[in-house]
Protein backbone atom coordinates (compact mmCIF):
# COMPACT_ATOMS: atom_id res chain seq x y z
CA UNK A 1 0.00 0.00 0.00
CA UNK A 2 1.63 3.57 -1.12
CA UNK A 3 1.73 6.17 1.39
CA UNK A 4 3.17 9.35 2.00
CA UNK A 5 3.17 11.03 5.64
CA UNK A 6 3.48 14.01 6.40
CA UNK A 7 4.59 15.62 9.71
CA UNK A 8 6.20 18.82 11.60
CA UNK A 9 3.92 20.89 10.86
CA UNK A 10 2.37 23.47 13.47
CA UNK A 11 2.06 27.39 15.13
CA UNK A 12 5.31 29.02 14.61
CA UNK A 13 6.05 32.67 14.78
CA UNK A 14 7.09 35.00 12.40
CA UNK A 15 10.75 34.68 11.42
CA UNK A 16 10.60 31.26 13.41
CA UNK A 17 12.02 27.56 11.54
CA UNK A 18 9.74 24.25 11.20
CA UNK A 19 11.47 21.21 9.29
CA UNK A 20 8.63 19.12 7.19
CA UNK A 21 9.05 15.32 6.85
CA UNK A 22 7.61 13.25 4.46
CA UNK A 23 7.66 9.32 4.91
CA UNK A 24 7.54 7.31 1.60
CA UNK A 25 6.42 3.62 1.88
CA UNK A 26 4.60 1.16 -0.28
CA UNK A 27 6.33 1.95 -3.69
CA UNK A 28 10.44 2.82 -5.06
CA UNK A 29 11.29 6.01 -3.48
CA UNK A 30 14.56 6.08 -6.01
CA UNK A 31 12.45 6.30 -9.17
CA UNK A 32 10.16 8.90 -8.40
CA UNK A 33 10.74 12.98 -8.46
CA UNK A 34 9.25 14.41 -5.13
CA UNK A 35 7.64 18.28 -4.66
CA UNK A 36 6.04 19.93 -1.65
CA UNK A 37 2.84 22.05 -2.63
CA UNK A 38 0.70 24.49 -0.34
CA UNK A 39 -2.87 25.24 -0.09
CA UNK A 40 -5.06 27.72 1.74
CA UNK A 41 -9.12 27.56 1.69
CA UNK A 42 -10.82 28.55 -1.20
CA UNK A 43 -7.33 29.34 -3.73
CA UNK A 44 -5.47 26.17 -5.73
CA UNK A 45 -2.77 24.09 -4.40
CA UNK A 46 0.05 25.62 -5.39
CA UNK A 47 3.84 24.38 -6.17
CA UNK A 48 6.61 25.03 -3.22
CA UNK A 49 9.22 23.04 -4.15
CA UNK A 50 10.92 20.17 -6.30
CA UNK A 51 13.61 17.77 -6.32
CA UNK A 52 15.05 15.42 -8.73
CA UNK A 53 14.99 11.46 -8.17
CA UNK A 54 19.01 11.65 -7.14
CA UNK A 55 18.44 14.74 -5.39
CA UNK A 56 21.06 16.73 -7.27
CA UNK A 57 18.56 19.03 -8.78
CA UNK A 58 16.42 21.38 -6.71
CA UNK A 59 13.71 24.04 -7.72
CA UNK A 60 11.93 26.57 -5.74
CA UNK A 61 9.03 29.31 -6.66
CA UNK A 62 10.44 32.84 -6.11
CA UNK A 63 8.51 33.58 -2.99
CA UNK A 64 10.08 30.61 -0.45
CA UNK A 65 13.57 30.97 -2.43
CA UNK A 66 16.68 31.48 -0.19
CA UNK A 67 14.20 30.65 2.74
CA UNK A 68 13.22 26.85 1.96
CA UNK A 69 15.68 24.09 1.49
CA UNK A 70 13.96 20.74 -0.12
CA UNK A 71 16.19 17.48 0.34
CA UNK A 72 15.70 13.98 0.61
CA UNK A 73 16.90 10.87 2.48
CA UNK A 74 16.80 7.74 0.11
CA UNK A 75 18.06 5.45 3.06
CA UNK A 76 15.31 6.62 5.06
CA UNK A 77 12.76 7.34 2.58
CA UNK A 78 11.73 10.09 3.43
CA UNK A 79 11.80 14.02 1.95
CA UNK A 80 12.22 16.71 3.69
CA UNK A 81 11.07 20.87 3.76
CA UNK A 82 13.05 22.79 5.78
CA UNK A 83 11.70 26.47 6.45
CA UNK A 84 13.18 29.10 7.90
CA UNK A 85 12.33 32.85 8.46
CA UNK A 86 8.75 31.68 8.34
CA UNK A 87 6.49 34.78 7.17
CA UNK A 88 2.50 35.29 7.61
CA UNK A 89 2.05 34.33 3.88
CA UNK A 90 3.29 31.13 4.36
CA UNK A 91 0.76 29.72 6.61
CA UNK A 92 -1.11 26.64 4.50
CA UNK A 93 -1.75 23.11 4.44
CA UNK A 94 1.91 21.22 3.11
CA UNK A 95 1.38 18.55 0.96
CA UNK A 96 3.70 16.18 -0.32
CA UNK A 97 3.87 14.61 -3.90
CA UNK A 98 5.68 12.20 -5.50
CA UNK A 99 5.66 11.42 -9.54
CA UNK A 100 7.46 8.74 -11.56
CA UNK A 101 6.46 9.28 -15.62
CA UNK A 102 6.68 6.30 -17.63
CA UNK A 103 6.07 5.15 -21.28
CA UNK A 104 2.68 7.12 -22.28
CA UNK A 105 1.70 7.09 -18.36
CA UNK A 106 2.55 8.57 -15.46
CA UNK A 107 2.28 7.53 -11.25
CA UNK A 108 1.29 10.10 -8.62
CA UNK A 109 1.03 10.09 -5.24
CA UNK A 110 -0.42 12.90 -2.64
CA UNK A 111 0.33 12.93 1.06
CA UNK A 112 -2.36 13.95 3.38
CA UNK A 113 -1.18 17.44 3.80
CA UNK A 114 0.17 19.18 6.99
CA UNK A 115 -1.14 22.15 8.93
CA UNK A 116 1.74 24.85 8.73
CA UNK A 117 0.31 28.58 10.69
CA UNK A 118 2.66 31.41 10.67
CA UNK A 119 1.56 34.05 14.00
CA UNK A 120 1.99 36.19 16.46
Known sequence: QVQLVE?????????GSLRLSCAASGFRFNWYFMRWYRQNPGKERELVAHISRDGVTTNYVEPVKGRF?????SAKNTLYLQMNNLKPEDTAVYYCYAEQT????RAVYWGQGTQVTVSS
Not at 7 to 15: C, I, N, R
Not at 69 to 73: A, E, G, K, N, Y
Not at 102 to 105: A, K, L, V
Open 7 to 15: SGGGLVQPG
Open 69 to 73: TISRD
Open 102 to 105: YGFG
